[in-house]
């Protein structure tokens, strides 16, 4: 067990590690340099100031940012920073990116880990339901819905939810309120939308997971000896088949997660809510590098520290995967 | 969009592809066997109404300038109005035709998808290739980095080489491309790896054929029939995720007909003209949908054939 957890943890730093170089390595391939994205002379959209510097001063400012290093010394530098948790300042508004992170946090988390808890609860138990009832219409249903679920673009959905449920009829609202953000509490309500709309996509995946798992364990050997030993019905399903069906959808959580954080980025666009997901976008448009970068690789991060928690999970679980992986 | 692609299996699991190492490979070549063709009814109906949709969705792209009954950068005096007569779908918020927007549309959306298919079959394909014919550490190392793209949600991948490039249809494609090339490169060494010890790869080999040459003329067809069944679950979510960065403004840039960002700026009118926001989601959804039906079909065809 602790040897599986050892080399999975191996194994996470190795992608982490890979991941910082891939997102410390974007930057460095931007047409100009960084220095001439910083200055806005690249020729994209949006960016600003001038074209030209004279060579002069981009030696200077070279220096100034540590760029005349060889990049492995960049790299180094780049991460220690990041350990003492410096990820450099805006090119947008020159504020720590710390800062500009913390701010806008808050209702992205919310959101997403709403949507997560809904998925989870309502698609297991939409998927066990599905399962026991596999035969019946109402199974049927669930299964057919989910299909759907799984195939409509979810930012359709959103803009035709918020257009039809939020503007015509009111019953919720359908854009975050200017000024100051509300409290934790207060903004649940403009959140719920949002986290309903969210939770469909990866609710549709854990359901139909969680359908698949538990009609194959439905139809092993041992629960049919466990029905004509009369074993009650509520302990098959639970005790026995869930356990078994249970693994899958483990697996399938931080895939969940990852397809959340895509759909956060679409939804906060659609209702304005400003968090990581709307940053992500502004920051693209604005070509302010060290946002983008800080939040992927935390992004990546997460994701690994997610994947790793959900094989532990499984190995907790599982006693096969504990011994032989 | 937020389907990720190594979710999208279709029923060939990495457990199907990798063998136990004792195993001998597959005597014949599959080549003998590939075109098993097999009559159109013999599809399955969702693959054969997929085909069809898709057939008619690109054609509309194709000779769209014959078919859309205005230009679609044409300003007509009225601005956001509903269904009309002249205007089937109604016009958007600078007068712009909507049905002509959401025909030009389907040509940016096509051209998009195969470019991000062909970005991700040149950087795939070799990717697996060499995963899977070269040594023990070319494939330890290759997957690995395989296992850092897959990190990324696809859309936020796409996000971060947007970055880097800058927003416009080639470039957000290239991206998806860029993003959706691990996932190829991973089913592809998973095929490979069986036909390593093939029969008639030890008899090539023993002729003297060189290594290079063997992977391209006798392996990679026998190898190319799950990549290809993929290519279409991914040109079907490579589309959503286009039609999401559209949405995002970060795809083809405005007046061109783009379904994402027409999407997106309908929204904005949406009282006026509702039917221009379901409009362009609609026929996303039906394009995304008939792609995946199509490769599902395709499926059936290669695992029976």
Redesign the interface.
């Known amino acids: 067990m602790r040897r599986m957890i050892l080399r999975r943890v191996a194994t996470s730093v190795i992608t982490v590690v890979g991941c910082s170089l891939l997102v410390f390595a974007l930057r460095y391939l931007l047409p100009g340099g960084p220095i001439q994205d910083m200055i806005g002379g690249s020729g994209q959209t949006g960016g600003g100031g001038g074209g030209t510097v004279p060579i002069s001063e981009v030696k200077v400012l070279e220096a100034r940012f540590g760029l005349n290093n060889p990049p492995w010394v960049q790299y180094w530098d780049w991460v220690t920073s990041i350990f003492h948790g410096d990820f450099g300042r805006s090119y947008y508004s020159d504020e720590p990116v710390k800062t500009v992170l913390m701010q806008r946090a808050g209702p992205s988390l919310e959101l997403i880990l709403g949507a997560l808890l809904l998925a989870v609860i309502l698609g297991g138990a939409l998927g066990i339901y599905s399962a026991i009832r596999r035969e019946r219409p109402g199974g049927r249903a669930v299964l057919a819905a989910t299909g759907l679920g799984i195939s409509i673009p979810d930012f359709w959905l959103a803009t035709l939810a918020a257009g039809f449920l939020g503007l015509k009829l009111h019953i919720f609202p359908p854009l975050w309120p200017a000024g100051p953000n509300p409290s934790a509490a207060a903004s649940l309500h403009y959140l719920i939308l949002p986290i309903l709309l969210l939770s469909i996509v990866a609710g549709a995946f854990i359901c139909r997971q969680l359908h698949s798992s538990m009609a194959e364990a439905l139809r092993s050997p041992y629960i049919r000896t466990a029905w004509a030993m009369g074993v009650p019905p509520r302990t098959i399903y639970l005790n026995y088949a869930l356990r078994n069906a249970i693994g899958p959808v483990i697996t399938l959580i931080p895939l969940a997660f990852a397809a959340l954080v895509s759909g956060t980025v679409l939804v906060e666009y659609i209702f304005n809510i400003p968090g990581l997901g709307s940053q992500i976008v502004t920051s693209v448009i604005n070509l302010d590098y060290p946002v983008v970068q800080a939040t992927v690789l935390i992004l990546a991060i997460v994701v690994a520290i997610l994947n790793l928690l959900s094989d532990i999970a499984l190995g907790l679980l599982d006693p096969r995967i504990r011994r032989g992986v | ?4 692609p ?2 999208v299996t279709l029923g060939l699991t990495q457990h199907d592809l990798v063998p136990d190492e004792e195993s001998a490979g597959p005597a014949l070549s599959r080549r003998a066997r590939f075109g098993r063709g097999g009559r159109w009814y013999e599809f399955r109906l969702g693959a054969r109404i997929g085909l069809v949709v898709t057939v008619i969705l690109i054609l509309a792209g194709v000779f769209a300038s014959l078919i859309a009954p205005a230009n679609p950068l044409h300003l007509f005096p009225q601005t956001a109005q509903g269904p009309s007569l002249h205007h089937l779908l109604g016009t958007d918020l600078d007068g712009r035709d909507v049905l002509s927007r959401l025909i030009y549309g389907s040509t940016s959306a096509y051209e998009g998808v195969g470019i991000a298919m062909l970005v991700t079959a040149i950087i795939g394909v070799p990717w697996g290739l060499i995963a899977g014919f070269g040594g023990k550490a070319a494939d330890e190392g290759l997957m ?2 395989a ?3 897959f ?6 991948l796409s ?6 490039l ?2 416009s249809l080639v470039h957000s494609m290239v991206a998806v491309g860029i993003a959706f090339a691990p996932s190829i490169a991973r089913l592809l060494r998973g095929a490979t790896l069986p036909l390593r010890r093939a029969d008639f790869v030890l008899v090539a080999s023993s002729l003297g054929v060189r290594r290079s040459r063997i992977v391209v003329r006798h392996v990679l067809p026998n190898a190319i029939a799950p990549i290809l069944v993929q290519m279409f679950a991914l040109a079907s979510i490579a589309l ?1 995720i286009q ?2 960065l559209g ?4 795809g083809a ?1 405005p007046p061109a007909s783009s379904w ?1 960002n027409d ?2 700026t ?2 904005t009118y ?2 006026s003209n ?1 039917t221009a ?2 409009a ?3 026929c ?2 039906i394009a ?2 008939s792609l ?1 039906a199509l490769g599902d079909g395709l499926r059936e065809v290669f695992i029976f054939g």
Not at chain 2, 151 to 156: D, G, H, V
Not at chain 2, 247 to 250: D, G, K, N, T
């Open positions: 969009m937020s389907i990720q190594e979710e690995r980095l296992d850092v793209f990190s990324f949600p696809a859309l936020i996000i971060g080489i947007i970055s880097v800058g927003p959503i039609a999401a949405f995002l403004s970060l840039q994402g999407l997106a309908a929204y949406f009282l509702p926001t379901i362009p989601g609609l996303i959804a995304a949908w995946s």
